[in-house]
């Protein structure tokens, strides 16, 4: 709002620019929509005495109690909803109701002092708090999260919600409000919601019922027809900065009421991926785009993009382990002109494999890859419309960043080195699932000796000011299917230090460019490129020697100056070892195990190192694991354990279900969180799960025996066993059999049909799909017995249908069954009898 002097000058201005021009001065208002005055008259005082500071339309302008605001009341004391032009300068406040079909007169109160005349509060209307009582038509979602706001000053007032249930109370002033409850139904392919609702609240309780049937499925779809939802969030964003989200998340739909409210945004990001993929079979391609609602949500709030109007690029994902479903997250980043573009969505991708990638051009996309349990930190990306070069990620060695953040300060060391599997290329990458461990001794002392324990913690000690020799060793040791590489890293400083100046540690850094897809070297001299730096800006750093092992580290040979190393035809891995110092007197020696895969990686054995053993293994209790592809089926949790016993302990331990050969699976499922429970000193129970739904496979040559992997390790960081199969587990699709006798009822010796539909569950599409070339046998009951008797044999044909034809004789149940020989991809069919009959 323009603010004049010259009360005459009221300019067209909306409340929320006029809020924002008072909250400098430390006034509020609450009138409804404010438009121009487009002829004014002269002001008059609003001194009416016992009239209060009447307008000329017989409404009142009053003092919000306990306040620096004002309101327009009507006559019965509810919020005006008129349109008026208003203005304030030396401490008075001038409005003028506008919109009528002739000029009215603008009243002027003063704003820095009690109004004159003004009558109290009660007299005309109610000013206290009322209550609001929000709820959602036949709504029973569970985790309902309620905001509100006041659309004039836009502050937000707390909702207490009923747990379990999309209801809730407030208590606020009479006034305009703006509502969202945002929920999930929590279970598969159901969708998520964010209703909005604009009410008014005036002298009595307020009852605001969110709609959800006149919500509408929200989205960016593309003009390629194979393009599916993966991923999608919403978040809503308000003109005071506040937001509410995340809404959404996975591949269901995600349901927003249509609006129109000034200065409200929602903020849609979707992730589409080729129809078919699933976590297990991720997409060749990705869709990442984003849009935003400003002030309305359209009735239908789908947005079309055409494909080659989007920005292109292929990223290519390195690794090892064959087959491994990564996490590709990314996120809208804000410009300068914004305070939020889009919220978190995602989808899996294969490593090692490719994705051809289309994006919205010109935003700026926060992205991070979850590999496993390492979280791969990329760099932040703006694509402009067209093709743009591909970028690599995850390519070997996996090693420590350079540039830790290990400080000083004074008289006290902090140890923290987190990012120590960043790939060659600089994205910097933290496993969660990595035991850890720091050791800082000083002239024979020991200040700091942490156990192996997983996470990023700091470590420090207190020391002397004066300057001092210290000795610094960072170890970090892991083991499970998506971490075959960079299985123990070791990184050992000496240096002097002394009062506030920063630790002259060294980063050595490794890359081999020659390495492919799946970070492995052909067989023959390959170049390896060592750097070492400073992390002191006044300190010159050099390499000093530079080995390989292709036996874990049991042996060393020396690399050629140029820094070229021997790969044998039968190395199954290579490890590197690294030194250098500084002009300081500052060293360093990294070590890598397995830094890189060599020829022999194609077959992996078992593997074990001092004293670790497992046995016991169980999964879902010996019994099959049976999917149905029902649409809407809730996951299935498969529990699986086994023990473990080390003299010294078991530290931790995992396992994983796998589909092929271990090297080269077709498809993998890590049981994600197992713990490792002590029995005694040297035995633990191990025990994880995860939860499978049919969407998660969508492949059907994925039914049948999957292996177990199994694996642990000590606490002292020395032993481990890694069993490859440890296990078989059956995970099958349901079937279902029917039978049909016809005529019914039939005369004794008269022909009769039996007729039968053999079905198996589709992971892809949902549904049954016909499950030919099935051998069935026709039993018969007879009426008043117990036990079943073979009658015939059919094979089921193209459409899963099966016939036979026999003379009816008596009494009795029909019913088709499965062959002896169980086809291991399907469970035995569930059979319903059917009843003849016969005359």
């Known amino acids: 709002m323009h603010v004049t002097k010259n009360r005459r000058d009221l300019r067209r201005t909306v409340v929320g620019a006029l809020a924002g021009v008072l909250a400098a001065t430390g006034m509020t208002l609450v009138p409804g929509q404010v438009s121009a005055a487009e002829n004014t008259v002269p002001a008059t005082k609003g001194t009416d005495k016992g009239a209060g500071a009447r307008l000329a339309t017989g409404e009142r302008l009053e003092r919000i109690p306990g306040t620096k605001g004002f309101r327009v009341a009507a006559a019965d004391g509810r919020q005006a909803t008129g349109t008026y032009a208003f203005a304030q300068t030396d401490g008075e406040l001038t409005i003028q109701p506008i919109g009528e079909e002739k000029p009215l007169p603008a009243t002027t109160v003063r704003t820095d002092q009690a109004v004159s005349g003004l009558a109290p509060y009660g007299e005309y209307g109610t000013t206290a708090n009322q209550k609001v009582n929000l709820s959602v038509a036949d709504g029973y979602a569970a985790g309902a999260y309620i905001s509100l706001w006041n659309t004039s000053t836009w502050t937000r007032y707390d909702v207490t919600t009923e747990q379990y249930m999309p209801r809730g109370t407030a208590n606020v002033p009479p006034g305009t409000y703006f509502a969202t409850i945002q929920y999930d139904y929590y279970a598969e392919a159901r969708p998520a919601y964010l209703l909005t609702k604009t009410f008014t609240v005036g002298s009595t309780t307020a009852n605001v019922v969110f709609d959800e049937k006149a919500a509408k499925p929200v989205g960016i779809v593309s003009d390629d027809p194979s393009a599916r939802r993966a991923g999608a969030s919403i978040w809503l964003t308000t003109p005071s900065g506040d937001r509410v989200g995340q809404i959404g998340g996975g591949a269901d739909k995600i349901f927003v009421s249509p609006f129109t409210m000034s200065g409200v945004t929602v903020h849609l990001h979707d992730v589409l991926t080729k129809y078919g993929s699933s976590q297990l079979r991720p997409s060749p391609y990705r869709y990442d785009l984003v849009h935003q609602f400003k002030n309305t949500v359209p009735a239908n709030p789908v947005v079309t993009v055409q494909t080659a109007g989007l920005a292109k690029t292929v990223t290519t994902f390195?690794?090892?382990?064959?087959?491994?479903?990564?996490?590709?997250?990314?996120?809208?980043?804000?410009?300068?002109?914004?305070?939020?573009?889009?919220?978190?969505?995602?989808?899996?991708?294969?490593?090692?494999?490719?994705?051809?990638?289309?994006?919205?051009?010109?935003?700026?996309?926060?992205?991070?890859?979850?590999?496993?349990?390492?979280?791969?930190?990329?760099?932040?990306?703006?694509?402009?419309?067209?093709?743009?070069?591909?970028?690599?990620?995850?390519?070997?060695?996996?090693?420590?960043?350079?540039?830790?953040?290990?400080?000083?300060?004074?008289?006290r060391i902090s140890l923290y080195e987190p990012a120590s599997y960043t790939d060659a290329r600089g994205n910097r990458g933290a496993d969660y699932t990595a035991l850890q461990q720091y050791r800082l001794t000083s002239r024979g002392v020991t200040l700091v000796d942490s156990a192996y324990e997983e996470g990023f913690k700091t470590y420090g000690a207190t020391v002397t000011s004066s300057s001092a020799p210290y000795e610094f060793t960072h170890t970090a040791i892991r083991r499970a299917p998506h971490a075959r590489l960079s299985t123990r890293l070791v990184r050992e400083w000496t240096f002097t230090s002394s009062g506030y100046s920063s630790l002259p540690l060294l980063d050595v850094r490794f890359d081999v460019p020659s390495l492919d897809i799946r970070n492995t070297a052909a067989a023959g001299p390959v170049r390896v490129v060592t750097t070492v730096t400073s992390r002191s800006t006044d300190a010159t750093a050099s390499l000093t020697g530079l080995e390989f092992s292709n036996d874990d580290g049991a042996t060393w040979q020396p690399a050629s100056a140029e820094g070229d190393i021997t790969v044998g035809a039968g190395d199954r891995f290579l490890s590197l070892r690294a030194t250098g110092k500084d002009n300081s007197g500052a060293t360093v020696r990294t070590t890598l195990i397995r830094a890189f895969g060599g020829p022999g990686?194609?077959?992996?054995?078992?593997?074990?190192?001092?004293?670790?053993?497992?046995?016991?293994?169980?999964?879902?209790?010996?019994?099959?694991?049976?999917?149905?592809?029902?649409?809407?089926q809730y996951p299935t949790e498969v529990q699986a354990s086994f023990t473990a016993t080390s003299p010294a302990g078991i530290a931790r331990g995992g396992m994983a279900l796998y589909k092929g050969s271990y090297e080269r699976p077709d498809a993998v499922f890590p049981l994600q969180w197992t713990q490792c429970t002590p029995a005694n000193a040297t035995t633990s129970s191990c025990q994880g799960s995860v939860n499978i739904a049919p969407r998660h496979l969508v492949d059907n040559a994925l039914a049948g025996e999957w292996k177990v992997a199994a694996w642990a390790e000590s606490t002292d960081g020395t032993s481990f066993a890694d069993v490859h199969a440890a296990r078989t587990v059956r995970i099958a699709r349901t079937t279902r059999l029917t039978t049909d006798a016809t005529p019914e009822p039939v005369t004794k010796g008269a022909t009769l049909t039996v007729t039968g539909r053999f079905t198996v569950s589709d992971w892809l599409a949902g549904g049954q799909l016909a499950f030919p070339g099935q051998r069935v046998h026709l039993e018969f009951r007879r009426a008043g017995t117990t036990g079943y008797t073979l009658v015939g044999l059919a094979r089921t044909d193209s459409t899963g249908k099966a016939a036979l034809t026999l003379k009816a004789a008596y009494d009795g149940d029909y019913r088709w069954v499965s062959g002896p020989s169980l086809n291991p991809a399907t469970t035995r069919p569930a059979v319903a009898p059917d009843a003849v009959d016969v005359r």
Not at 620 to 629: F, R, S
């Open 318 to 411: 390195r690794s090892l382990a064959g087959r491994q479903t990564a996490s590709l997250d990314t996120y809208g980043k804000p410009a300068d002109t914004e305070s939020f573009v889009a919220g978190q969505a995602a989808s899996p991708v294969t490593t090692p494999g490719t994705l051809t990638e289309y994006v919205t051009p010109n935003v700026t996309f926060g992205r991070y890859l979850m590999d496993g349990g390492n979280q791969v930190r990329l760099a932040d990306r703006t694509l402009p419309t067209g093709t743009s070069a591909g970028e690599t990620i995850g390519q070997g060695p996996l090693q420590p960043d350079a540039g830790g953040h290990s400080t000083r300060s004074s008289t």
């Open 601 to 632: 990686s194609v077959s992996l054995p078992d593997e074990s190192a001092g004293d670790v053993k497992i046995s016991g293994v169980s999964v879902n209790a010996g019994k099959p694991v049976v999917i149905d592809g029902a649409s809407g």
